[in-house]
C-alpha cells in the first residue's frame, strides 16, 4: 500500500522526479544565489529570511530591551509607542525585543532538528537503498511504523512522558522527519547505485563509505536542498504549534508560539499582543516555503 | 484484490500491535510512576504503595501488558483519571466531534482545492497560475493558529459576526452551525494549500499529455478540454492524497480544536498529555493510528478503483 499512496503524498519526493539529480557541478552558495534571484517568488523568500536571520545573529545589539524585563507600569498603555514600537505585552515586556530573540530561538531549534534529521535519514536511506535485502526491509518497516502516528500525537506521547525541552523538540522532530528523507535518499540510491560509474567505484576497491558518500549521496543534493527549506518550513510551524498548546520550550524566554498562547486569552482587550507574534511566524514560514520555490524552480531551469 | 485487503489487514495489525507495545512500554515501564502521577505530589507514599498494589503494578511488564490488551480488544481502555469515567465513554464521544468537524471541513476543502488547482494548472505559467500557486503557498505557510488569530480578530473582535468558541451548545447565545464557521475556514485554509499544488502539479503534467494536445488541435473548445479530458485524469493521483487528507483531519485538529475550545479528540489527547492522563494517551494513541492506516488502505484501493492500469 505505501508504494501507491505514499509517494504521491510527500511533494519533497515528486520533486525529485521533477528537478532530475543532475545537478552536482553547481556549488552549493551559487545554486542558493540562483534560487533567490530566479525568480520573483525566490527573492522575496529569500529576503524574509534574510531579515530573520539577521535578527538571530544580532538579537543582543538589536533588541532595544531586555526580553525579559517585566514592567507592570507600561501594562496601563500597551499600544505601539516611540519607545516601544510594537508595543508591550500584558507583563510590560517590550514585544519587538521579544520578537527579535524569539527568532534567535526558533532559527537555533529549527535548523538543529532539521540537521539532525537530515543525517540520520541520509544514513539510513543510502544504507537501505545500496544494501537492500533485509537491511531495507528492517529500516524502511521501522520507518513507516513512526510515520503512522500521527505527527502530533507522537509529540504529545513523548512529551508527556519526557517533558518539554529544546532537547525533547529536536528528537521528536528528528524522529518524524528522518524517515521522510529517509525515503528521498533511498529512491535515489536505487536510482543510480547500479549506474557505471558506481560499478567501476567498486571494482577500483573503494570502501563502501567511499562509494556512499561520494558516488551516491552527491545525485541527491538537488532533492535535499529542497527538501531542507520545506522541512525547514514545517518544523518551524512544529515548534510554533507546541508553543502555542503549551508543550513548548519552557518559559520565559521568548518563543513565538508561546507569545501567541500566553496574550491569547486577551485578544478581544489587546488584540496586538497575539497578532504580532502569530504575524512573525508565519512570515517566517511564508519565506522559507517561497525560498524554497524558488529553489525548485532554479533546479528546473538549471 | 480481496487477497490485497486482506494483507493490508494484517499488516495493519501488526503494526498496531507493535504501537501499542511501544506506547504501553514508553508509559508504564516504571510503574512506581503511574500511581505517584494518579496521586500527585502530595500523596504519602503508603497511600501510593496501597494503590499500586489495588491496580496490580507489581506485576511484571509483559503479564499487565498482556492483561491491558485483552481488555483493549473488547473495548475497555480503562478509566481516565481526569474524567472519572470510562476511557471509551469519553473516547468515542469526543471522536464523534472530531469526525463531524473533519467532515465538514472535507465537504469545503474538496470542491475548493479541486477548482483553484485546476484553474491554475490548466493553463501553465498563467497569470492564474501564478497568483494560485502563491495563494496557496501562502495558506499552507501560516500555521493553523496564526490563522486561527487573524480570523478571531476579524470576525470575533472586530466585526463580531461570528462566535470565538465552539463548545457546541446553544449557551453562549449562538447557533451551533455558526460555531462551525471559523474552525471549519482555518482548516480549510491551512490543508487547501497543500492540496491545490497538488492537483496543480498534477493537472499540469495531464495538459502536457498528446492526447490533450490532440483535443486541442482537432478544434475542440479548450472548455472542453479541460473538463472532458483534462480534468478526471488529473484527479486521479492527488486522489490518495485527498483521503490522506482525512488522516490529517481526524488527528491534526488538536490546535484548531484548541483555538476555539472544541470539544473534539485532539484537545482531549493534548489535555491528556498536559495531565499525564495515562489510559486516555494509550487508548487514543491506538485509535489514532488505526484510523490514519485505514484512512491509507481506503486511499490505496480507491486509487485502483479509479485507475484501472494499477493493479497488485
Redesign the interface.
Known amino acids: 500500500?505505501?508504494d501507491?499512496?505514499?509517494d504521491?503524498?510527500r511533494?519533497a519526493e515528486?520533486s525529485l522526479a521533477e528537478a532530475g539529480a543532475e545537478t552536482r557541478n553547481a556549488g552549493r552558495l551559487a545554486r542558493l544565489r540562483r534560487a533567490a534571484t530566479a525568480s520573483s517568488?525566490g527573492t522575496i523568500g529569500a529576503a524574509i529570511v534574510g531579515f530573520w536571520v539577521f535578527c538571530a545573529i544580532f538579537a543582543p545589539w538589536i533588541a532595544p530591551y531586555p526580553p525579559n524585563q517585566v514592567d507592570p507600569a507600561l501594562v496601563a498603555d500597551p499600544y505601539p509607542s516611540a519607545d516601544h514600537w510594537l508595543g508591550v505585552d500584558h507583563l510590560g515586556r517590550d514585544i519587538a525585543s521579544r520578537l527579535v530573540w524569539g527568532a534567535r530561538t526558533v532559527l537555533t531549534v529549527a535548523p538543529v532538528a532539521v540537521l539532525g534529521a537530515a543525517a540520520l535519514g541520509t544514513m539510513l536511506g543510502l544504507l537501505a537503498g545500496y544494501r537492500g535485502g533485509r537491511t531495507d526491509a528492517v529500516i524502511m518497516r521501522v520507518g513507516?511504523?513512526l510515520l503512522?502516528?500521527?505527527?502530533?500525537?507522537l509529540y504529545?506521547?513523548?512529551?508527556?512522558?519526557f517533558g518539554a525541552s529544546a532537547l525533547n523538540i529536536v528528537l521528536v522532530i528528528t524522529l518524524t522527519a528522518a524517515p521522510i528523507i529517509a525515503r528521498i535518499v533511498r529512491a535515489v540510491t536505487l536510482d543510480v547505485k547500479n549506474r557505471d560509474y558506481v560499478a567501476a567505484a567498486r571494482l577500483r576497491g573503494e570502501s563502501t563509505f567511499y562509494i556512499l558518500a561520494y558516488e551516491i549521496l552527491p545525485n541527491a543534493r538537488g532533492p535535499l536542498a529542497v527538501d531542507f527549506f520545506l522541512r525547514l518550513?514545517y518544523t518551524i510551524?512544529a515548534i510554533?504549534?507546541l508553543g502555542?498548546?503549551?508543550?513548548g520550550l519552557p518559559p520565559p524566554d521568548p518563543d513565538w508560539?508561546g507569545m501567541?498562547k500566553e496574550a491569547?486569552g486577551m485578544?478581544?482587550v489587546w488584540?496586538h499582543m497575539?497578532?504580532i507574534p502569530?504575524?512573525a511566524?508565519?512570515s517566517l514560514?511564508?519565506g522559507?516555503?517561497?525560498l524554497a520555490?524558488g529553489l525548485r524552480e532554479a533546479e528546473l531551469d538549471g | 484484490m480481496p487477497r490485497y485487503v486482506a494483507r493490508q489487514l494484517a499488516n495493519m495489525l501488526v503494526t498496531l500491535l507493535v504501537v501499542s507495545m511501544l506506547v504501553f512500554a514508553l508509559n508504564e515501564l516504571t510503574p512506581g510512576d503511574v500511581a505517584r502521577k494518579l496521586l500527585g505530589p502530595y500523596a504519602s507514599q503508603e497511600q501510593v504503595d496501597v494503590l499500586y498494589e489495588e491496580l496490580g503494578l507489581d506485576q511484571p511488564v509483559a503479564v499487565r501488558y498482556a492483561e491491558w490488551l485483552g481488555k483493549a480488544l473488547t473495548g475497555d481502555f480503562g478509566e481516565s483519571y481526569v474524567h472519572r469515567r470510562a476511557v471509551s465513554e469519553v473516547l468515542w464521544d469526543r471522536l464523534a466531534n472530531t469526525l463531524l468537524l473533519a467532515a465538514v471541513s472535507f465537504a469545503v476543502i474538496v470542491p475548493f482545492s479541486v477548482l483553484l488547482g485546476v484553474l491554475a494548472g490548466m493553463r501553465e505559467r498563467s497569470p492564474i497560475d501564478r497568483s494560485v500557486s502563491v495563494f496557496s503557498s501562502v495558506c499552507a505557510s501560516i500555521p493553523e493558529f496564526a490563522m486561527g488569530v487573524f480570523l478571531l480578530a476579524i470576525f470575533v473582535v472586530w466585526l463580531g459576526v461570528l462566535p470565538g468558541t465552539s463548545p457546541l451548545t446553544t449557551s453562549g447565545g449562538w447557533p451551533v452551525w455558526s460555531q462551525f464557521v471559523l474552525p471549519v475556514l482555518v482548516v480549510t485554509f491551512y490543508d487547501a494549500g497543500y492540496l491545490i499544488s497538488m492537483i496543480r502539479t498534477s493537472m499540469v503534467e495531464v495538459m502536457r499529455q498528446p492526447y490533450v494536445r490532440t483535443a486541442v488541435l482537432k478544434g475542440m473548445p479548450f472548455r472542453r478540454v479541460v473538463t472532458r479530458h483534462a480534468m478526471r485524469n488529473a484527479i486521479i493521483t492527488p486522489f490518495t492524497v485527498i483521503l490522506l487528507q482525512l488522516n490529517y483531519l481526524v488527528s491534526g485538529l488538536v490546535v484548531v480544536e484548541t483555538v476555539f475550545a472544541y470539544p473534539g479528540f485532539g484537545r482531549l489527547m493534548l489535555e491528556a498529555a498536559l495531565a499525564k492522563d495515562i489510559a486516555v494517551i494509550e487508548a487514543g494513541a491506538l485509535v489514532a493510528v488505526a484510523v490514519t492506516m485505514l484512512t491509507q488502505l481506503i486511499g490505496d484501493l480507491g486509487y485502483m478503483a479509479l485507475d484501472p492500469r494499477i493493479r497488485v
Open positions: 500500500m505505501n501507491v499512496g505514499q504521491i503524498a511533494p515528486r517568488v513507516d511504523t503512522a502516528f500521527p505527527k502530533i500525537i504529545l506521547i513523548v512529551i508527556a512522558r518550513g510551524i510554533g504549534v502555542f498548546l503549551g508543550v508560539g501567541v491569547y485578544i478581544f488584540p497575539t497578532l502569530a504575524a511566524i508565519s514560514v511564508i522559507f516555503n517561497f520555490a
